[in-house]
């Protein structure tokens, strides 16, 4: 059952360079940009915050990069959101970090001001991808930034890791995946790298393993976190026992949740809308822009199968009014003998293998879905 809680994401549109592979909204920010970004995101807030009574109870600040952010200019987020919103007390307030900024005064003001999470970029513990990936911190710094969250007193902490990496193998990701749980992390996001349009990695010459290789690293990756005591509780998320993260959660259970910042999506009374990726419009006059999509079958089929728990039955008919198709339980039987669902009277949930390939299987089901139409 949903509540009437409200997440909130803001985003941080900032990058002291842009790394090989992102395709994340993020600009080199001057002085002048940031003050003009952050008198319009205060704005911003505070427009939401006139709009809706409904407490927040999870809170997002991402990125880009919110580790440039001064005291002053997290402050004047933080405190534009306790004035506009009922910030519940025992919400999860996370912050990303990158390990290449000066964490230990940032941790410090991050906590005094409320953030209770921190998510740190790690993406690989060996310097020579790391160097291709074009970051701007050494495995060394990963360490030492949760070393520092720890002695701040973060005690929920995730690590993001990368796989598919070029020039990767089994035994490179081995020794990845090694150096991360050293971390003692409570939670780990796991990527597979995917070279989009648009970003440097795409006009580079690059050694990608191929679909099987990557997905032997995925496997393997998901084994390991298993062994190490990790819930594999979605496609591409592993937490301790109570340590999913509850923000996350929320997207992947169609729950609403307010984004604010160039390029990020709201879900909210239905609707599905989204700022334009441009930091000048938003400071300009920050509009959101309809997507006309929202709370169907297909969304909830999607995004319940990313999660460990799966579609469930009595949701579905919950929300629809009517029991799923016959023929979607068929097409999942028929996956399930391949060992990439399993099927039982309480709905369908996807495999490790099957979570691999994932948009294969959901899309059979959107067939059926848009058969129906
Ligand atoms: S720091 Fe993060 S958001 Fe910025 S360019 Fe690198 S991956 Fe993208």
């Given at each position: 059952?949903?509540?009437?809680?409200?997440?909130?994401?803001?985003?941080?549109?900032?990058?002291?360079?842009?790394?090989?592979?992102?395709?994340?909204?993020?600009?080199?920010?001057?002085?002048?940009?940031?003050?003009?970004?952050?008198?319009?995101l205060v704005n911003e807030i505070k427009k939401w915050g006139e709009r809706t009574a409904r407490p927040i109870d999870t809170m997002y600040i991402g990125g880009g990069t919110p580790s440039l952010l001064s005291e002053a200019e997290l402050?004047?987020?933080?405190?534009?959101?306790?004035?506009?919103?009922?910030?519940?007390?025992?919400?999860?307030?996370?912050?990303?970090?990158?390990?290449?900024?000066?964490?230990?005064?940032?941790?410090?003001?991050?906590?005094?001001?409320?953030?209770?999470?921190?998510?740190?970029?790690?993406?690989?513990?060996?310097?020579?991808e790391l160097c291709t990936l074009g970051r701007r911190h050494t495995a060394n710094d990963a360490k030492k930034?949760?070393?520092?969250?720890?002695?701040?007193?973060?005690?929920?902490?995730?690590?993001?890791?990368?796989?598919?990496?070029p020039d990767s193998t089994l035994d490179t990701l081995k020794k990845s995946i090694d150096g991360v749980l050293c971390l003692e992390t409570e939670h780990i996001s796991a990527y597979i790298l995917k070279v989009e349009k648009g970003t440097p990695f795409?006009?580079?010459?690059?050694?990608?393993?191929?679909?099987?290789?990557?997905?032997?690293?995925?496997?393997?990756?998901?084994?390991?976190?298993?062994?190490?005591g990790y819930e594999h509780y979605e496609i591409s998320n592993f937490a301790k026992p109570g340590y999913q993260s509850r923000h996350n959660n929320r997207y992947w259970k169609q729950e609403e949740y307010i984004g604010i910042g160039p390029s990020a999506h709201s879900f909210f009374k239905g609707d599905r809308f989204y700022y334009e990726r441009d930091i000048d419009s938003f400071i300009k006059c920050a509009e959101v822009?309809?997507?006309?999509?929202?709370?169907?079958?297909?969304?909830?089929?999607?995004?319940?199968?990313?999660?460990?728990?799966?579609?469930?039955?009595?949701?579905?008919?919950e929300k629809f009014k009517k029991p799923i198709s016959n023929q979607i339980i068929d097409k999942a039987k028929h996956f399930e003998k391949h060992g990439l669902c399993t099927v039982s009277n309480k709905g369908i949930s996807l495999t490790a293998k099957g979570m691999l390939v994932s948009n294969t299987i959901i899309s059979e089901f959107l067939g059926v879905i848009y058969e129906d139409i």
């Open positions: 059952m949903t509540n009437n809680n409200l997440g909130l994401y803001i985003h941080i549109p900032f990058c002291q360079k842009k790394c090989n592979y992102c395709d994340f909204y993020s600009v080199v920010p001057t002085e002048d940009i940031k003050k003009r970004y952050i008198e319009s402050s004047a987020i933080l405190g534009a959101v306790r004035n506009g919103f009922n910030l519940l007390d025992n919400a999860e307030i996370t912050v990303e970090v990158n390990p290449g900024d000066n964490l230990e005064n940032f941790l410090k003001y991050a906590v005094s001001l409320g953030v209770n999470r921190v998510s740190i970029g790690v993406q690989s513990c060996l310097e020579n930034a949760v070393a520092m969250a720890r002695n701040i007193g973060i005690n929920n902490i995730s690590a993001d890791i990368m796989l598919g990496l795409y006009k580079m010459p690059l050694n990608i393993p191929d679909d099987d290789k990557t997905a032997e690293q995925y496997v393997f990756l998901c084994e390991s976190m298993k062994n190490a822009i309809l997507d006309g999509t929202g709370g169907d079958e297909a969304e909830y089929i999607m995004l319940s199968l990313r999660l460990a728990s799966g579609l469930n039955f009595n949701e579905y008919i």
